[in-house]
């Protein structure tokens, strides 16, 4: 059993623009006993303590559904206002300056790079990925990168992946970690700064998803075991 982080006061804002893995998102954080609401009300996105921008579908559809609910700005406040953040598939590949998917779309341009398709690369084949995948550490996630978010993973731990889009970051400081499916290695996760934004859905990760959840959110305060 995986150890709570024994949040009390502090709250995760899971931000809802109506097309997002909502559920399964916070009932890992209620297993971990971290406290969380799903919400899309910019006065409770900023006053939450985190943020974890989740997301399934298309990307030209998640901007227009953010932009008509006037959650980017508020989204882009939070980041700068310096507090924890996390996105996941979707909500990873919304952080970049754009996607190719169904031609051209501007994303929130907060990580530097592009969102592009899976097919062709290489010599995949079948997409989506969907499954089971490693994610190897860079060069750039040892001791040296302060607050390491996957400092509390093992290398190489199994993630679970369904994406048909990958993000090619600009900054290759940013890259935490790289995955290879069929021949082609992409980008998994990335840092920067609060952010820490990863293509796997740790909430459907198994104990190695949820290790980093816990640990990723201990950041907040209160009494966190260790695991």
């Not at 623009?17 to 971990?32: C, E, G």
């Not at 996760?189 to 740790?202: D, G, L, R, T, Y």
Request: net charge negative; with cysteine.
């Amino acid at each position: 059993m995986i150890p709570s982080a024994g949040f009390t006061t502090r709250m995760i804002a899971i931000v809802d623009y109506q097309m997002s893995n909502l559920f399964s998102v916070k009932n890992a954080l209620d297993f971990l006993q971290i406290e969380s609401e799903i919400t899309f009300d910019p006065t409770r996105i900023a006053a939450a303590d985190g943020m974890i921008l989740p997301g399934v579908g298309a990307f030209p559809e998640a901007m227009r559904h953010l932009q008509e609910l006037d959650l980017v700005q508020p989204i882009i406040d939070f980041i700068k206002a310096g507090k924890p953040f996390m996105g996941i598939c979707l909500g990873f590949q919304l952080l970049f300056s754009e996607s190719e998917e169904f031609g051209v779309t501007r994303g929130l341009n907060v990580i530097q790079g592009k969102v592009k398709c899976l097919a062709g690369c290489g010599s995949i084949r079948v997409v989506p990925h969907v499954g089971w995948n490693s994610i190897e550490k860079t060069q750039f996630t040892g001791s040296e990168a302060e607050n390491n978010p996957l400092s509390c993973v093992r290398d190489k731990a199994f993630m679970y992946f369904v994406h048909s889009f990958y993000v090619e970051p600009i900054d290759p400081l940013n890259v935490m970690s790289m995955t290879t499916y069929e021949d082609f290695s992409f980008c998994s996760s990335v840092f920067q700064e609060n952010i820490f934004a990863c293509q796997f859905h740790p909430e459907k990760s198994g104990p190695a998803g949820l290790k980093l959840l816990n640990g990723y959110f201990s950041k907040l305060g209160g009494k966190h075991s260790g695991i």
